[in-house]
């Protein structure tokens, strides 16, 4: 008993050491004030997302800001600097702000409603100049910004999925992110963050976890700092093993699940995996699929970090041991230690205890791979090329983490699809470097080869446009995932609907024009809008779907000659024209 007592707290010392040494050395708000830094908003800080976390393709890279749930909050500088770079679009960070600060930082507020008055002025020239919604302007002139000046309004604009200010702040040169709480950029927080879930997955075939030769999930009871696997029980481990863990951080007063700062994997008390959030270099952003497992996101939705370090993977920040694996000689016990941070300060311990386990010799028929059509070893640092049928794959050097066997089969077309249906490779192996895929396709005489496009097919067998370049019979699109593909044809309009405009309708200062835009294929590709055959500048929210412009904006005093054309991706038009008034 007394030794029991004793391993406990030994246990215990030792995980704290451990979470002591990921302990952020982070500047608080009023630091933030003292090094001349401002918050970017006058209200409470709240945070929606933190720096780092977990997205589709990308690691977050800056903090999202609470903004009451609305739109319109004002926007201020930091701290004085100079606006380099002022950008628009329907999607992604929508409107955003980029300031040059004298300290070589960059400051970015993104998702905008609209600016001001002066900076507003500077892009509609660029607007008009390209008569487009959406451009991308760095200023050969950059205008001067005093510390704590307005710059805008908060919005929702560009890829948001709700009211916020999303904040960066950039180094070298603007290709690196940091994290913005390292200026003392943080909200309230002495939440602990919450371990989730555990995965424990084999290195190889007739490598065992709990006698199976596949990864296993346990879910994880407990609260606080201490966690443990439901029951806790002893997992047997059979060869190498590379270990996953699912975890969120919480904020105080938030319902919202944030990535958290640091992670640390050790056994034994010896780190073999660990990770920080500091800084994300925008040319690595995409490695967010080698660092976590790609095929279990696709496949349950959730996220796990992996220890294991994938040959592909050129991401500067983690570090390994032993490549990520663990170890374990039958019959010897460990003890697996995950340890939690978020910038606070505040930790949680997942501890399991590991026993050696034995690997097996032949594999059930379950766990044996299915080989159809035609297979081919790819190498991650190779260039790769497999051809079947009519169809043929090119990948460049590197866009793969790994070597796998890719696979490629093809079976019967349906009636909405103009070639077989090509199964390339397998959905659950990410890809970095995009590739090629081309189809043959030879048209009939009276074919219109700009409307034939390449589609990938999802799960429920709908699809969606790829890639449309047709030349020497062949259908050519870039690959940036595995999956079915086929070809199409696209020869319907987009649709194009007035919410509020009518022939010979009267509109007053202050008015807004709505129309309702999208398409079912090949997608929006340009929008026309123009008064009295001048294009006018317009606004467009692709997320809801609305394209809309102001009176003051668009129509002269009088009657006015309008008109909304809509142009997809395949050359196919709607348009709408009225008479209105002013």
């Given amino acids: 008993m007394i030794r029991l007592k004793y391993n406990t707290l030994l246990n215990f010392l030792v995980s704290f050491i451990l979470l002591a040494s990921l302990t952020p050395k982070a500047l608080n708000a009023q630091d933030a004030l003292v090094n001349g830094w401002e918050w970017p908003m006058k209200i409470d800080?709240?945070?929606?997302?933190?720096?780092?976390?977990?997205?589709?393709?990308?690691?977050?890279?800056?903090?999202?800001?609470?903004?009451?749930?609305?739109?319109?909050?004002?926007?201020?500088?930091?701290?004085?600097?100079?606006?380099?770079r002022i950008s628009v679009s329907p999607f992604g960070y929508g409107k955003a702000i980029y300031i040059q600060h004298d300290n070589g930082f960059i400051s970015v507020y993104g998702h905008l409603q609209r600016f001001t008055s002066k900076i507003d002025s500077i892009i509609k020239v660029e607007q008009y100049k390209k008569m487009s919604y959406a451009v991308d302007l760095t200023l050969k002139s950059p205008l001067s910004l005093s510390a704590g000046e307005q710059i805008g309004w908060s919005g929702n604009s560009g890829s948001s999925g709700g009211p916020h200010l999303h904040f960066e702040i950039r180094d070298n040169g603007g290709s690196d992110a940091l994290n913005p709480m390292q200026f003392g950029f943080q909200a309230a927080d002495w939440v602990r963050p919450k371990i989730e879930a555990l995965k424990i997955t084999p290195k190889g075939l007739y490598q065992t976890v709990n006698s199976e030769p596949s990864s296993q999930i346990f879910k994880t009871e407990g609260w606080g700092l201490v966690y443990r696997i439901g029951k806790n029980d002893t997992i047997r481990v059979g060869g190498k093993a590379s270990i996953g863990v699912s975890c969120v951080d919480l904020l105080a007063h938030e319902p919202n699940r944030n990535g958290v700062y640091a992670i640390d994997m050790s056994l034994d008390s010896v780190s073999f995996f660990s990770i920080k959030f500091d800084r994300i270099a925008f040319n690595q952003a995409k490695y967010i699929n080698a660092i976590t497992d790609f095929a279990e996101r696709r496949l349950s939705g959730d996220w796990f970090v992996s220890s294991k370090k994938l040959p592909g993977n050129l991401l500067t920040s983690p570090?390994?041991?032993?490549?990520?694996?663990?170890?374990?000689?039958?019959?010897?016990?460990?003890?697996?230690?995950?340890?939690?941070?978020?910038?606070?300060?505040?930790?949680?311990?997942?501890?399991?205890?590991?026993?050696?386990?034995?690997?097996?010799?032949?594999?059930?028929?379950?766990?044996?791979?299915?080989?159809?059509?035609?297979?081919?070893?790819?190498?991650?640092?190779?260039?790769?090329?497999?051809?079947?049928?009519?169809?043929e794959l090119s990948l460049p050097s590197g866009a793969l983490y790994e070597d796998y066997s890719l696979s490629v089969d093809s079976s019967a077309r349906n009636s909405n699809l103009l070639s077989?249906?090509?199964?390339?490779?397998?959905?659950?192996?990410?890809?970095?470097?995009?590739?090629t895929l081309t189809i043959k396709y030879r048209p009939g005489k009276l074919s219109d080869t700009t409307k034939l496009v390449m589609v990938r097919l999802t799960d429920n067998n709908s699809f969606?446009?790829?890639?449309?370049?047709?030349?020497?019979?062949?259908?050519?699109?870039?690959?940036?995932?595995?999956?079915?593909?086929?070809?199409?044809?696209?020869?319907?309009?987009p649709q194009l609907k007035s919410l509020n405009v009518k022939e010979n309708s009267t509109w007053l200062v202050g008015d807004s024009l709505k129309f309702q835009v999208s398409d079912d294929l090949s997608g929006i590709a340009q929008i026309w809008l123009s008064v009295n055959d001048q294009w006018r500048l317009y606004e467009y929210d692709a997320k809801n779907r609305l394209v809309f412009t102001t009176v003051s904006e668009a129509l002269m005093p009088g009657k006015n000659r309008f008109l909304i054309r809509v142009t997809d991706g395949c050359g196919n038009i709607s348009e709408l024209s009225y008479t209105v008034i002013r």
């Fill in 420 to 435: 077989p249906i090509y199964r390339v490779g397998s959905a659950n192996i990410p890809i970095h470097n995009k590739g």
């Fill in 45 to 84: 800080p709240r945070l929606s997302a933190t720096f780092g976390e977990l997205r589709s393709g990308h690691f977050h890279s800056g903090i999202d800001i609470k903004t009451r749930q609305r739109e319109g909050e004002p926007v201020y500088t930091i701290a004085s600097g100079k606006l380099i």
């Fill in 319 to 391: 570090v390994y041991k032993d490549q990520g694996y663990i170890h374990l000689s039958p019959g010897q016990y460990a003890t697996l230690r995950i340890s939690v941070l978020d910038y606070a300060g505040n930790k949680s311990l997942l501890t399991v205890t590991l026993l050696g386990g034995d690997t097996i010799t032949s594999l059930p028929s379950y766990a044996k791979p299915a080989i159809h059509g035609k297979s081919k070893l790819a190498k991650w640092n190779e260039k790769f090329n497999l051809k079947w049928s009519t169809m």
């Fill in 464 to 493: 969606s446009a790829v890639g449309k370049r047709y030349r020497n019979g062949r259908i050519e699109a870039s690959l940036g995932e595995f999956g079915r593909y086929a070809i199409a044809m696209d020869t319907i309009a």
